[in-house]
């Protein structure tokens, strides 16, 4: 499965697939960043993985950027999209090029705290249990349909760090479970709700 991979940060999602699933179920073919600082980019550089920066400040405007990213990621023949610590919003055009290929980590058990802070939001909320989701992108901010959740209580958790360091290895395992479910071709869209996606050959 063609895969690109679409960072803003440090990569430790991406560094879980190029380890996890590269080479095997799925094949990175690309990784796009948002900013050239991005440790991501060094990540994908180490193992020879074609990297390009698309900064908004370089386009004209979001559509202009998004038009670019697409024909690139096309281009480089992707067919699923995995947004890993991905800190830009893709419009619907962008969407429509990849179609029910896009996929989103996000820390929290969604439809809770959504865009970007989940976990500050979490904490200044007071839950005791906390989680991340990995879910199918659509023209909203985290709304899409749910692949895979997975929760861990932390009821003493006060600071951001402490409550990152126990979901990212949560996000890396998820991750990389759903691009493999994904290529194996095992996650389907329920036909009486398309928001429940079931998952063949017994995980999830
Ligand atoms: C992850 O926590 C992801 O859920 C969030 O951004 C972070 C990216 O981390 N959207 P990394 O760049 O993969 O290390």
Redesign the pocket.
Known sequence: MPTAVL?S??????QALLDGVHGREAEIVAVASSTASAG?LERARAREIPVAVFARSDYADRAARDEALGAWLLERGTRLVVL??YMELLGERFLERFPGAVIN???SLLPAFPGVGAVEQALAYGVKVFGVTVHFVDAGVDTGPVILQRAVELPGARAPDEV?AALRPL?HALLAQAVRLFARGELQADTANPRHIAIGGGEG
Do not use: R, S
Not at 9 to 14: E, K, P, V
């Open positions: 960072v940060g440090a990569g430790t999602n991406l991501a890993a610590g980590i996000h820390p990152m996000e």
